[in-house]
């Protein structure tokens, strides 16, 4: 079976420090791993996803995310967090259909 | 601009009253997504379609129908049948059924 948790329902940091928002999935096979970004009353926009090439991820707006196997996670970074960060974000796993976490609030103070 | 165009942004339905949402794409994408977002529970399907003139009931179809007589258009029904409508709902695609998915901006259907 496959699943999706994201661990922190909401995330709180000061502006221009690290951003960290945590995703573990369960899948039984190798699947295709995105992250998505809403703002407030939008759609989701992709961030970025893994598709079994590079571990390491870049998405836009300079996150990152590092898929690992053997800790099956796929945690989304960002070196400096900025005000416009502020969104809430999915993590998504694709195998045969889209699988997507609750979601965490990403808050940044200022 | 190629897109996923939701319309309208807002809705406001009575109860027992049917309204369609429109969602069209212009990505020449094959499959196309409806979900139902409720705050606090991610993302729910409601149905999708990988292929003009075929769709495949989601996780939450009750209550909702649709129709793809166009690769370009997916139309959800929200019936009277569905016993809280009230949400936010999101149209995607994807070029083929197993790739990244492509969201428009969403219509909020509030009853009234």
Redesign the interface.
């Not at chain 2, 606090?40 to 993302?43: F, V």
């Not at chain 2, 197993?98 to 969403?106: D, K, L, M, R, V």
């Given at each position: 079976a496959q699943s999706v948790t994201q661990l922190d329902s909401h995330v709180s940091v000061s502006e221009g420090t690290p951003v960290l928002l945590r995703c573990n999935y369960s899948s039984s096979y190798s699947p295709s791993l995105f992250w998505y970004v809403q703002h407030p009353n939008k759609g989701l926009q992709l961030l970025l996803k893994y598709t079994s090439a590079a571990t390491l991820v870049k998405g836009i707006n300079g996150f990152e995310a590092e898929f690992k196997k053997s800790e099956t996670s796929f945690h989304l970074t960002k070196p400096s967090a900025h005000m416009s960060d502020a969104a809430e974000y999915f993590c998504v796993i694709l195998f045969n259909k889209f699988y997507f976490g609750s979601g965490t609030k990403l808050n940044v103070k200022p | 601009d190629g897109g996923?165009t939701?319309s309208p942004k807002y809705l406001f339905r009575k109860e027992g009253q049917n309204v369609t949402l429109s969602c069209e794409q212009n990505l020449n994408h094959d499959a196309m997504?409806w979900y139902r977002q409720d705050p606090?529970?991610?993302?729910r399907?409601i149905y999708?379609s990988q292929i003009v003139n075929d769709f495949q009931k989601g996780d939450i179809a009750e209550g909702y129908s649709v129709s793809r007589e166009k690769k370009e258009s997916f139309p959800l029904t929200v019936t009277s049948a569905q016993k809280n409508p009230t949400a936010?709902y999101?149209c995607?695609s994807s070029l083929k059924p197993?790739?990244?998915?492509?969201?428009?901006?969403?219509t909020?259907l509030t009853v009234v």
């Open positions: - | 996923i939701q997504y606090g529970q991610g993302l399907l999708y936010f999101l995607a197993n790739t990244e998915a492509f969201f428009g901006q969403g909020r």
